[in-house]
């Protein structure tokens, strides 16, 4: 258990892979604080956690709200003692529309969730671990966090914005014992791609060499070393996890 004594947070938990990061953290004997805006998906993982007799809280929390990240750090602090690992992974897809059409509403909503919802959680967690004798940080990106993705405008702005400001937090907290990382997986089967239809599904599953797509234990297994100390010189690095996706 790599990760005993530690106080892990997850947002986005009740579903995909923030499900499968904070049944991972669990495992390795983390106490896992579960956050969401869906209350019901959020309490069936803390379930999944608790019936394998570990630890874990539901703490609802919209990732797009600075101040829910507020509340998510202080009930670390103060009920469990402290705050050492966090995965910001809470994010939405929007809808599949080129720029020229796409809505200014929708954009301000992905970037809100994606990329701001990642920034309130980090300028929230940072002086927590700080005060926790350090910790680390796993933002969740994607693969159109390093290349585009046609008629997801908003989508791979906010990732391609989520690796940089991951590499500017690995620099400035490197030397006060914060590694920040970011996790750029393919395209995963979980109830993100769950309007697709099927010829789209076969069309994405042949762009990575791999030839299927990637599940979220997959990812969490990444997740969960980049939080552990066994990752402890990888710091301000962007990882895919993609099956191929990228080394074409
Ligand atoms: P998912 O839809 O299965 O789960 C996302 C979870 O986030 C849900 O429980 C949802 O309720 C929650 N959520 C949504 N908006 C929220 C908000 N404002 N505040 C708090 N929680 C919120 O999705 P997933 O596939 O597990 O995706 C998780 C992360 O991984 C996202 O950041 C996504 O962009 C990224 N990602 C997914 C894929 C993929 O193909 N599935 C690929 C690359 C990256």
Redesign the pocket.
């Known amino acids: 258990s790599h990760l005993q004594n530690k106080i892990a947070l997850v947002?986005?938990?009740?579903?995909?892979?923030?499900?499968a990061v904070a049944f991972a953290y669990s495992q390795a004997g983390a106490t896992v604080l579960v956050?969401?805006?869906?209350d019901a998906?959020g309490e069936e993982t803390v379930s999944l956690i608790q019936r394998t007799d570990r630890e874990a809280v539901f703490i609802r929390?919209?990732?797009?709200r600075a101040e829910d990240h507020n509340k998510l750090v202080r009930v670390a602090l103060e009920h469990f003692g402290g705050l050492h690992i966090a995965c910001n992974?809470?994010?939405?897809?929007g809808p599949s529309i080129s720029t020229g059409e796409y809505s200014i509403d929708d954009w301000q909503k992905v970037i809100n969730?994606?990329l701001n919802?990642v920034f309130y959680g980090c300028r929230y967690q940072i002086p927590a671990m700080l005060e926790s004798g350090g910790g680390a940080i796993v933002n969740?990106?994607?693969?159109?966090g390093q290349v585009g993705f046609a008629n997801s405008p908003a989508?791979v702005a906010a990732?391609h914005g989520v690796v940089g400001l991951t590499r500017t937090i690995a620099l400035e907290y490197a030397a006060k014992g914060i590694r920040a990382n970011s996790v750029?997986?393919?395209?995963?089967?979980?109830?993100?791609?769950e309007h697709m239809d099927k010829e789209t599904i076969r069309y994405l599953e042949s762009k990575h060499a791999i030839g299927r797509?990637g599940t979220?234990e997959e990812v969490a297994e990444l997740v969960l070393w980049l939080s552990s100390e066994k990752a402890s010189f990888a710091n301000g690095g962007y990882y895919p996890i993609d099956g191929g996706y990228l080394a074409q």
């Open positions: 947002t986005g938990a009740g579903s995909g892979i923030g499900r956050s969401d805006i869906d998906a929390a919209d990732a797009a992974n809470a994010g939405i897809g969730v994606n919802g969740m990106a994607s693969i159109l989508y990732k750029g997986p393919a395209f995963i089967n979980t109830p993100l791609l797509l979220a």
